[in-house]
């Protein structure tokens, strides 16, 4: 579904993201993890097509993302660190923007987000102004609106900052539940419980891979009992950039 070669983004002389090798396949939830600035954000811009690599290649659904862009936007379904939602709109207002956006019509927009506006407990909110919904909404409102148009990949960068721990798990169901139907979904994340339920993670330090891998197979290489403390021993944030 992913497949990237040596991509890499420079900002001048600073190296965001360093020679990146990743293959990530249909139905994977695939997790980002690395420390504030370890590159994951610029790495998913790149992969959406929102942002040019300095080299390297990628492909998305056996697309070249540097000469299909437009047909790679259709198949993925991007949530962005900062949830784009329109807050003066009814939350079915930024549903329908996103409709727009994806040219998807709206009866085939609310076909394909219906269950899941049921699911979340949003059918009920749909005509209230989206500034007025409790943060755990808007993070659910603005999965929907990323899933309008019935994308193969979905990608959410730290979709559930912010979020009580009982939305975060709901959240995460209903994610199991997209990769069960099929999607591929990448995802990054700060918390550690999350890294534990990916199929398979990255963990990145200064732009880099410091390791790759399925959580329970990581755990053991480095020979650590849980998510945090292989983070710690890897990628130990700027702590670890100063020793
Ligand atoms: N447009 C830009 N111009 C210059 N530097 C940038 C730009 N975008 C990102 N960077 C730098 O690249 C590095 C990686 O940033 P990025 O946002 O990808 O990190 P991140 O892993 O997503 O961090 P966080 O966990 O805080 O979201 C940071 O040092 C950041 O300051
Ligand atoms: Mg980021």
């Known amino acids: 579904m992913i497949k990237t070669e040596e991509l890499t983004r420079k900002f001048g002389d600073f190296i965001a993201v360093d020679h990146l090798n990743l293959q990530i396949v249909r139905g994977e939830i695939f997790g980002f993890l690395g420390a504030n600035g370890a590159g994951k954000t610029t790495t998913i811009r790149m992969l959406c097509g929102l942002l040019m690599p300095s080299s390297g290649r990628i492909w998305v659904n056996n697309l070249d993302v540097a000469k299909e862009g437009e047909k790679v936007k259709k198949s993925i379904g991007y949530m962005s660190q900062r949830f784009s939602l329109y807050q003066d709109l009814k939350a079915k207002e ?9 040219a998807t019509p709206r009866a085939e927009a609310w076909e394909n987000t ?7 407990g949003l059918k009920e909110s749909l005509n209230m102004r989206t500034a007025e919904l409790p ?3 808007k993070q659910r409102l603005s999965l929907v609106c990323a899933l309008v148009h ?3 990949l979905v990608i959410l960068d730290e979709p559930t900052s ?15 539940q997209l990769a069960f139907a099929g999607k591929t979904v990448l995802v990054s994340t700060h918390f550690m419980d999350e890294a534990e339920y990916c199929h398979r993670v990255i963990i990145m330090q200064a732009g880099k891979e410091v390791a790759l891998g399925p959580p329970r197979e990581l ?3 480095f020979e650590v009992q849980n998510m945090q403390e292989l983070f710690m021993k890897v990628a130990g944030g700027i702590n670890a950039k100063l020793k």
């Open 162 to 176: 912010g979020v009580d721990p009982q939305a975060r798990r709901e959240f995460w169901q209903v994610i199991n």
């Open 114 to 120: 219906l269950p899941l506006l049921e699911q979340f």
């Open 94 to 102: 930024n549903l329908e923007f996103y409709a727009g956006v994806y």
């Open 150 to 152: 019935n994308p193969p």
């Open 135 to 137: 943060m755990g909404y």
């Open 219 to 221: 755990k053991q290489r």
